[in-house]
């Protein structure tokens, strides 16, 4: 029987909530603060403002340039 270490085991769940639809978003492990995350509900761009304490917000929305 393999076993894995504990320490793979214990993980420090980071949740925040979507700006959006107020889902729950979980940060994954090596998530750094200024990344762009997507919610997996309602898939709006979130920022990720710092990572302790969790903290986001409503990514600022790119505008497209078609070279008008």
């Known amino acids: 029987s393999s076993q894995f270490p504990y320490s ?7 949740m925040v909530e979507c700006p959006e639809c107020a889902g729950k978003i979980t940060l994954k ?8 995350i997507t919610c997996p509900d309602c898939s709006t761009r979130i920022e990720v403002v ?9 990514a600022p929305q790119v505008e497209e340039d078609w070279g008008e």
Request: charged residues 25%; negative net charge.
């Open 8 to 14: 793979l085991l214990v993980e420090v769940v980071k």
């Open 29 to 36: 492990e090596g998530t750094e603060a200024g990344e762009i």
């Open 50 to 58: 710092s990572v302790n304490p969790p903290k986001v917000q409503a």
